[in-house]
């Protein structure tokens, strides 16, 4: 199992270190995290910035898709992406805010998660846009939970547009089944993924001014494992 | 001057010879393109390939983006490039075809364009961005002209959408201003891109069943030049 024992940063900005990846899990009840909502601007700023490195990943992962059908699917994904992104700067503006300041902080850590994640062709782009993507999105769903309903309405309709994982799914099915190799080099992948992107869950979450390193954070991993797990089978790969 | 004697494939599909660059004319009264527009089909798919391509080279240009303010005015214009993509592709849907069809003869041409314009950082990735979506976009207004009314309304709507070139100068200018050293290397770098440019514009006119050899097609390059020469001079570059 991940240790989740991060080094917490002074000003809410989320800092990671890189332990080594692992998984697997049972699912339990949803847990949300309402108590560990971080103010509002950095959760915006955060979740904005990751939806924004994301976007980037699949502009970079298309260029390199085995064919127009997957370029083009790979394309649509960016797309609803970049709609959440634009959402979420579209409530920073909303608040005052100016989008630039708000990600700023965040800049650092996310582009060092991307390095790490941008993955060798588009197979592993796309699947890493898919891991990472399907955990962040219910994390900051859940972190939501601590927002004033007006905020948590909008936001929660942002990130919820646009499901993408049945397309994706159903590509990667495909080139799964003309080469039976790459569902090997594919599940490993997804183990080094759910690792990086796992700690990019726990910086957004231990960027609250909760103490993060409760316990009652434990079943909340367990349940983001959980879907983790289930979005492999869904391509046939282990976990 | 350009040598506009691009050889002509069979099926309408673009073929690009590359010769060496040049530039610089003076502008003259609009010329439109109708009699050079081509089947819809090849004409959407075209356009749309182009969009979905120039928006790819954003994405990664977003990635070397050198801070947040650039990278985030990288992103909103990657966003509006998607959405004319979008808006072409919801117009082959719309006659019945086949985006991934209609675009795949294209691929080819227009990957071999993306290749050669990626440019070597952001500052000329944005430049190539700003240059290519300028003239062809012109490009496909234009030759939009000899589509129905119907089709034409709607894909020139679609094309005019998000005008993103007074924010690519303000961020292109700011970094010039910074760099003196830059506008030599982006003056030479955008006298590439025109000739690379044009040479993709040559093929979707010569797309068409109408010769494309005429002389009557001299006046529009004249002044798809002299729309760059402007937007050269927007930045203080020499065309």
Same mark, same amino acid.
């Given at each position: 199992m991940v240790s989740w024992k991060g080094r917490r940063s002074q000003r809410g900005v989320p800092s990671?270190?890189?332990?080594?990846?692992?998984?697997?899990? &049972?699912?339990?009840?949803?847990?949300?995290?309402?108590?560990?909502?971080?103010?509002?601007? &950095?959760?915006?700023?955060?979740?904005?910035?990751?939806?924004?490195?994301?976007?980037?990943?699949?502009?970079?992962?298309?260029?390199?898709?085995?064919?127009?059908?997957?370029?083009?699917?790979?394309?649509? &994904?960016?797309?609803s992406t970049l709609?959440?992104?634009?959402?979420?700067?579209?409530?920073?503006?909303?608040?005052?805010?100016d989008p630039t300041v708000s990600m700023e902080p965040h800049r650092h850590a996310v582009d060092e998660f991307r390095r790490r994640t941008e993955g060798a062709d588009w197979h592993e782009a796309i699947l890493a846009s898919y891991v990472a993507a399907g955990l962040l999105n219910d994390v900051f769903v859940r972190l939501a939970a601590g927002l004033t309903a007006d905020h948590r309405e909008r936001i929660v309709r942002v990130l919820e547009a646009g499901d993408d994982e049945a397309a994706i799914v159903a590509e990667l099915s495909t080139a799964i089944e003309d080469d039976p190799q790459l569902a090997s080099?594919?599940?490993?992948?997804g183990r080094r993924l759910v690792?990086?992107?796992?700690? &990019?869950?726990?910086?957004?979450?231990?960027?609250?001014?909760?103490?993060?390193?409760?316990?009652?954070?434990e079943p909340v991993f367990t349940e983001l494992v959980a879907a983790h797990t289930r979005r492999m089978d869904a391509l046939g790969l282990t976990a």
């Open positions: 990671i270190q890189w332990p080594r990846p692992a998984s697997r899990a &049972v699912p339990v009840n949803r847990v949300e995290l309402g108590d560990f909502t971080p103010d509002l601007d &950095v959760y915006l700023g955060q979740a904005a910035y990751l939806e924004l490195s994301l976007f980037e990943g699949l502009g970079r992962a298309a260029e390199s898709a085995p064919h127009v059908r997957a370029q083009r699917m790979t394309a649509r &994904v960016a797309g709609d959440r992104h634009r959402g979420l700067l579209a409530e920073i503006e909303r608040t005052g805010g080099r594919l599940a490993l992948w690792g990086d992107t796992l700690l &990019v869950a726990r910086a957004a979450i231990s960027a609250s001014h909760e103490s993060a390193d409760d316990e009652r954070l």
